[in-house]
């Protein structure tokens, strides 16, 4: 069974730390690695790592693929209240044929940052 | 604006009584997803349209049924929904098959009285 684990489950910071956040993976026929915001309201998107693209960088967040290690990692540097939500790493594969497009999301990082 | 439209944004209904959630999407993506969340926990796909072949996950119960009459829409269907359905129902879409970004509706959150 295909399974998605972020760590920590949450967290809270003041504004201007950086922060970590975690996720692990146990999928078959990995495609891609996506990271979700989601506040009260649908997922919005924030980065997809592949095999060919392992790193991203956008503004203040940034993100690493570890194919070796089965993880990535979400950095937020000088953390706003406004970054307060959860995090959702999702990852794109499956066993079977009908894979594609697929997504297994973890559990979710609800980070909150004080002013 | 292109974008996934999903109505109502809140439904209530009565323990059994068959509802249907609506999603309409203006990006002419090829795929559409169904997912629900329920409080603190991560969406679960139900199901997943690629064009008209339709891909139910295993562990989708039964009561839940999904219909795409054509690209732009796709509609779930509550047969008899119980207590254990309420929770919020999120639209998604994708381009294509492999390696690709899914963009998510409003939602509809469901309450079952």
């Known amino acids: 069974e295909d399974k998605v684990v972020q760590s920590p489950l949450s967290l809270v910071v003041h504004e201007g730390d950086t922060v970590t956040l975690n996720c692990s993976y146990e999928?078959?026929?990995?495609?891609?690695l996506l990271w979700y915001k989601q506040e009260k309201k649908a997922p919005t998107f924030l980065f997809m790592l592949t095999s060919s693209g392992i790193e991203k960088k956008s503004g203040r967040l940034s993100s690493i693929l570890d194919k070796k290690e089965l993880s990535s990692i979400l950095n937020i540097t000088a953390t706003q209240t406004g970054d307060s939500a959860i995090y959702l790493c999702?990852?794109?594969?499956?066993?079977?044929?009908?894979?594609?497009?697929?997504?297994?999301f973890g559990q979710g990082t609800i980070l909150t940052v004080h002013p | 604006d292109a974008m996934v439209i999903q109505n109502p944004r809140y439904q209530v209904t009565q323990f059994g009584k068959p509802v249907t959630l609506s999603c309409s999407q203006t990006l002419n993506h090829n795929v559409m997803y169904w997912y629900q969340q329920k409080s603190s926990q991560a969406p679960k796909l139900l199901f997943h349209?690629?064009?008209?072949?339709?891909?139910n996950e295993a562990d989708t119960p039964d009561n839940f049924q999904s219909r795409r009459p054509n690209t732009s829409f796709c509609f779930l269907d509550i047969r008899s929904p119980g207590l254990g359905d309420a929770a919020m129902y999120l639209c998604?879409?994708?381009?294509?098959?492999?390696?690709?970004?899914?963009?998510f509706g409003p939602g509809t959150r469901l309450t079952v009285l």
């Open positions: 999702a990852v794109e594969g499956g066993a079977g044929g009908t894979s594609y497009g697929k997504l297994t």
């Open positions: 349209y690629y064009d008209k072949d339709f891909n």
């Open positions: 999928v078959t026929n990995f495609r891609s």
């Open positions: 998604a879409t994708s381009r294509g098959r492999v390696a690709i970004e899914q963009f």
